[in-house]
């Protein structure tokens, strides 16, 4: 169990198995500390697991850290290269930049020439950046052409800013960095943001995009960014990993947002155990600057409210109550006086009231029967409404009649479309999720395509 293990490993396992650990304690004395203890005498394997875990990460953080040794022998290597070659190309002489394509082509082919090349792992990023400032301190490159010569240098790893970039926003983007405070019909004066990017701005998203890219990310656990919303997974066969891999990249993260002075609310925190069956016991609690954070039975996430099981029945029911408080807005529109056409009726049904229940439907579509009956049910009710529908019409009869289709063919419908669409999306997160063939013996996403 303990091949390879080194004093730290040692002290490390104990601590997550809650022993009180003393300084003075040997390598020896470790082992008979955790082999005497109530966890190794009744659950071994998960002590032996967990024993794996912690030092494979040793070593996988002391592969990373010679890696990232040689990544910094080799850019000061280069970084020496490119001085000798400013030497002997005299950098003591200024470049006069003008506005033609020639000149800021042969500057940007003089920047690539001083600067070291792109590095494929974050870790060489800050070497880059320092040898171009040396590049542009060298070549007396103006502010006007730096954000130029930068974007041709990033080449294909900057094609996601660019998207959003060009000259206009660059040059205005100081004019919309002001605020101002009002209260009712009262403005203050104008200030100057000097800290975070406006709200509402074109280019807030990107820039907030570009300073949390380097959030970090361990081996054991996936970290998916929305915006300001971060969702942290985990997964293993043993509940107390989880608890382990968690605590490992929460450790991590709560350094980052302090050196970047970004605030964590843990109250605002949740946590979910997912698990295939009846979790009769949870994985031991998760702490984010020492404030518990309790295992919750739901969560909701980009408006998805996600239970213990991933039956989605709560996030249905949810759905259906907010289905019915928007038809009730809207009942006016559908009464028997009302002047509104039959078509204008429908028209409003589709476009406002029924895309509150399609939201997101190709991720929660597989639930249950009994689950979509419950939208199906709510949407005859409006349908009926809306057409004046008599007792004795039949609400199969109806849909054809107005060119609508059940809830569950609609969200099949958009499923089809959806998935076709991911195959293409250049994105890495979605491009890592799993193509299976849909199995009506396990509940998964894309058994709404069967």
């Not at 002290?11 to 955790?34: F, G, W």
């Not at 004019?175 to 009002?182: C, E, H, L, T």
């Not at 349908?383 to 054809?400: E, H, V």
Request: glycine share 2%.
């Amino acid at each position: 169990m303990f091949k390879g293990a080194k004093k730290e490993d040692l002290r490390r396992i104990a601590s997550e198995l809650e022993l009180c650990v003393s300084d003075k304690l040997t390598v020896l004395d470790l082992m008979d500390l955790i082999k005497i203890c109530d966890r190794y005498k009744n659950d071994l394997d998960s002590v032996h697991e967990l024993a794996n875990l912690i030092i494979e990460e040793r070593k996988y953080d002391e592969s990373q850290q010679l890696e990232l040794e040689k990544i910094r022998e080799k850019s000061k290597l280069d970084l020496e290269i490119a001085r000798i070659r400013a030497n002997d190309k005299d950098n003591n002489t200024e470049v006069n930049c003008n506005d033609s394509p020639f000149s800021v082509d042969s500057l940007i082919k003089s920047i690539r020439t001083l600067t070291v090349k792109i590095p494929d792992k974050p870790e060489g990023w800050s070497f880059f950046f320092l040898s171009l400032e040396r590049a542009f301190a060298a070549k007396s490159v103006t502010d006007k052409f730096k954000p130029e010569i930068l974007l041709n240098l990033l080449g294909e790893k900057a094609a996601n800013i660019i998207i959003y970039l060009n000259d206009e926003d660059l040059k205005n983007y100081d004019k919309i960095k002001n605020f101002a405070v009002r209260v009712n019909d009262a403005h203050s004066t104008t200030r100057n943001i000097k800290a975070g990017a406006p709200q509402g701005a074109l280019l807030s998203p990107t820039l907030f995009n570009i300073y949390i890219n380097d959030i970090p990310k361990t081996r054991h656990t996936t970290v998916c960014l929305f915006a300001d919303d971060t969702a942290i997974l985990a997964q293993s066969a043993n509940k107390n990993c989880v608890t382990h891999f968690l605590h490992r990249h929460l450790a991590e993260l709560e350094d980052w947002y302090k050196k970047w002075k970004i605030a964590i609310n843990p109250t605002k925190t949740e946590a979910v155990f997912f698990s295939t069956g009846k979790a009769t016991r949870k994985p031991p609690p998760i702490h984010i600057h020492n404030h518990p954070v309790p295992w919750s039975k739901t969560v909701k996430y980009l408006g998805v409210i996600l239970d213990e099981n991933l039956s989605f029945k709560h996030h249905i029911l949810h759905l259906r109550n907010k289905f019915r408080a928007l038809a009730s807005i809207y009942s006016p529109y559908f009464a028997r006086n009302s002047p509104l056409t039959l078509k204008n009726r429908v028209l409003i049904y589709t476009s406002i009231i029924r895309p509150v229940i399609l939201y997101a439907s190709p991720v929660w579509g597989h639930a249950a029967i009994s689950n979509i009956n419950l939208l199906e049910a709510s949407q005859n009710i409006v349908i009926r409404r809306l057409t004046n529908a008599r007792w004795f019409m039949r609400n199969a009869d109806i849909r054809p009649a107005l060119h609508l289709k059940t809830i569950r063919e609609t969200i099949k419908k958009l499923a089809i479309k959806f998935y076709e669409n991911i195959e293409t999306i250049d994105n890495r997160t979605l491009r890592k999720i799993e193509t299976y063939i849909p199995n009506p013996n396990f509940r998964r996403p894309r058994n709404i395509l069967i």
